[in-house]
């Protein structure tokens, strides 16, 4: 069974940029949430999709957005990009529900120079 | 608002030795308490979680501890190998809205 795979591994963008990236769960997870890590503020909840409903937010600013499409992928993008938003961004899937075991890909390293 | 405190940051273990990490958390909304391992380089993976109605989970060398009344939980690492050397998080989650919240994270080194 195929993991939760995110693309790309990699990116350096510049300041002032926008960046999309996207996230395939596990077949079957209709829940998608994805998160930014930092070395100083760890692991830090975005947004959660479930079923193309973004059902919770965490307190990140506008320039973060997402959606869910009906085979449950899902994109995330940043605006504007600062540099602050270097990190590393991570999607975990799970069925949602009362099954909230919840299975993380390897993530996306996104550099802002 | 840290909603699960973690600690220590960072622990040092001789081989064969118990590793224990502490989590405490506040919102009495949560009912589910996952505990993710996590190398450089990659995502976080989930080892062992635990729902507050059991006081303790075993899963092979992994054991998890939860005292309700205190809002703590504990994991616990026994016979620690130099390949258990990794970042653990522990985490809750609440019914209410299924959003995971996370510790800081505990670097582990096993001392071979």
Redesign the interface.
Known sequence: KAG?T?TPRYLIKTRGQQVTLSCSPISGHR?V?W?QQTPGQ??Q?LF?Y?SETQ??K?NFPGRFSGRQFSNSRSEMNVSTLELGDSALY?C?S?W??RN????????TRLTVV | QQQVKQSPQSLIVQKGGISIINCAYENTAFDYFPWYQQFPGKGPALLIAIRPDVSEKKEGRFTISFNKSAKQFSLHIMDSQPGDSATYFCAASSYRDDKIIFGKGTRLHILP
């Open positions: 939760v995110q829940s949430s998160y760890g692991l909840f959660e479930f059902r919770n965490g991570l975990a799970s949602g529900g909230r075991e919840a299975f993380f890909g390897q993530g």
